[in-house]
Nanobody, 123 residues
């Protein structure tokens, strides 16, 4: 059974930092892109960041570019999202996802999802 388990969410003040982790089990994703999405209350799930299997390609949403950094450790089957200078508008449930088909920015194209971790940024 494939599982993606996120951790590292929490409550932080604006300007603070958090690092999310997503550990995969049940199969290896070392040859597949892994990414992060988020969903705020009342809004659709939106793309945050994605990294290719070897880290050679990374893409970010404009809203997080320069503040968030995605990384991965294939030996640990884990992807990370380092978030700096957090803003209240970053408040959302953050999901990791793996193995997209086609458009890496499109959540419908991902086969595997974690259960999400809440990030709340207070002003």
């Amino acid at each position: 059974q494939v599982q993606l388990v996120e951790s590292g969410g929490g409550l932080v003040q604006a300007g603070g930092s958090l690092t999310l982790s997503c550990a995969a089990s049940g199969r290896t994703f070392s040859n597949h892109p892994m990414g992060w999405f988020r969903q705020a209350p009342g809004k659709e799930r939106e793309f945050v960041a994605v990294m290719s299997w070897n880290g050679g390609s990374t893409y970010y949403a404009d809203s997080v570019k320069g503040r968030f950094t995605i990384s991965r450790d294939n030996a640990k089957n884990t992807v990370y999202l380092q978030m700096r200078n957090l803003k209240p508008e970053d408040t959302a449930v953050y999901y990791c996802a793996a193995d997209p088909e086609g458009n890496w920015r499109r959540h419908d194209d991902y086969k595997y999802w974690g259960q999400g971790t809440q990030v709340t940024v207070s002003s």
